[in-house]
């Protein structure tokens, strides 16, 4: 696959924004306005903070892109952004109290980070470039993103306040790089279409030692590190269609988990916090929806259950959903 050109990179970016399965964002601190400030958990549920795990995920069943809450069952899901636009691709804190998601239109993209509850929605990026994918660091002081600066995929991060805006490298390609940190804060695993097709590497936490590990003609995306550092879940069409896979976190054993022929598993598999279950979205079932299969890839369960609307972009961290 060659480079697109500018003019058709612009046009892949709106086509996918309009569609509400992929991502955006951008850096400098600055509160919400008042109209923007709405008072959340409106339908009388409550977050509480204890042994339970939590979901956070991107839906239009409102008939607009925003970001929820529900518990790992899929009970209680609940509406925690309110805003006219795109609101998606949470990440939830390492301490289970903050959630850094993406949030604008085409024509700008910033993050925020917002409390569990969805109060103090703030906006940590300001600038031109289209930022997107947040991933907090594993001590929950750093946020990493990707951006596209121009046509130019760039790996990222930022303070939680908005502070010290950092560019660690070009990713290559033309698309966002979806970064994230490994849970030892080491070694960040990103996609990137650097040789024509997308591809899973890993790079230090300071940007150098750029490795591919998946290394073939298929596509290969999303990726997401277990618990314990030692596999990465990702995304491939090397068996004919998008499919949920896992490997060690050296790029070998390559295995997939997942095997629906006529569906796709879209993006964003994320591990539980005790490494025994992976999340996903897949349209299996007609409509993207949120599924949670067994880190084996037994066991797999539709979590949402909403034929009318697009679940997508899981997120699993600490918390639980009560009334």
Request: hydrophobic share 35%.
């Amino acid at each position: 696959m060659k480079k697109l050109a500018y003019s058709t990179l612009i046009a892949l970016i709106l086509m996918v924004l309009q569609s509400g399965c992929e991502r955006q964002m951008n850096p400098i601190a600055s509160s919400l306005s008042d109209l923007d400030e709405i008072p959340l958990l409106q339908n009388g549920m409550s977050l509480m903070k204890g042994g339970n795990s939590i979901i956070a995920f991107q839906s239009d069943r409102s008939g607009d892109q925003e970001v929820y809450v529900m518990n790992s069952d899929g009970s209680q899901p609940t509406r925690l952004t309110f805003r006219a636009g795109h609101d998606g691709y949470p990440d939830l804190s390492p301490d289970g109290k903050k959630i850094a998601y993406e949030s604008g239109s085409a024509t700008n993209l910033e993050i925020y980070v917002m409390d569990i509850d969805g109060t103090n929605q703030i906006c940590v990026t300001n600038s031109p470039a289209m930022d997107g994918d947040p991933d907090w660091s594993p001590n929950g002081k750093t946020i990493l993103f990707g951006r596209l600066n121009g046509a130019v995929p760039e790996i990222c991060t930022i303070n939680a306040d908005g502070s010290d805006l950092t560019v660690l490298c070009n990713a290559g390609g033309y698309y966002y790089p979806s970064p994230v940190w490994s849970p030892n804060g080491k070694k960040i695993a990103f996609q990137s279409t650097a040789t024509g097709n997308f591809e899973v590497y890993v790079i230090n936490a300071d940007g150098t030692g750029v490795t591919n590990l998946t290394n073939n003609g298929a596509l290969d995306r999303f990726p997401s590190w277990s618990p314990n550092g030692k596999k990465i879940a990702f995304i491939s069409n090397r068996d004919g269609n998008q499919e949920v896979y896992v490997m060690n976190a050296d790029g070998s054993e390559q295995t997939r988990l997942t095997t629906t022929t006529a569906a796709r598993e879209w993006n964003n598999p994320a591990w539980s916090r005790d490494g025994k279950q992976i999340t996903f979205d897949s349209n299996r079932d007609g409509n993207f929806e949120v599924y949670v299969m067994n880190a084996d890839g037994s066991g797999q369960m539709n979590i949402t259950n909403s034929p009318a609307s697009i679940d997508i972009a899981p997120d699993w961290g600490h918390g639980s959903l009560k009334k």
